[in-house]
């Protein structure tokens, strides 16, 4: 009986210790961090702004994307046969070539102020429903088609 007592009032104190504050009552705000503590750090800065409205696009790199990125219209069409589809918007151009295996889009972008588009970014997907196939593979069944 002696061991009961101290037992029953620890258990009562571990239940009043692990009690969830309310949900309903608001949490304090932040304060401000005094002039020793370590302050958050700045967002970065925008990129700089183009020059002359001309912004060098971002150009895909790697492996077996040679003889496709940084070439132009004629030479796509050349290796993948006629696009599906051919649309111009600005000074962006984008090519879709298609088969029953797949559907690739290639953008094509100048890469200084008034010269040809080339292609700078490639994406690929099945063509029964929008999923990712491997970029190379598709890249060859379209060759093949075309």
Known sequence: MKLAIPVIAALLLSACASTPRPVDRPSAPPTAPSSGQARP???????????????MPEIMQGPGLSGVIREGANS???????????????DMRKLQFASQACVMDIYLYPLRPDAEPVATWIE???ASDGAQ?????????LRSAG
Do not use: I, K, N, Y
Not at 41 to 55: E, H, I, K, L, M
Not at 76 to 90: C, I, K, N, T, Y
């Open 133 to 141: 196939v491997d970029m190379l593979a598709c890249m060859q069944a």
């Open 124 to 126: 690929t997907r099945r």
């Open 76 to 90: 796509l069409v050349a290796q993948f046969g006629q696009p599906r589809l051919d649309v111009a918007e600005g």
């Open 41 to 55: 750090t700045p967002p970065s800065a925008p990129p700089p702004p183009p020059v002359d409205g001309f912004r």
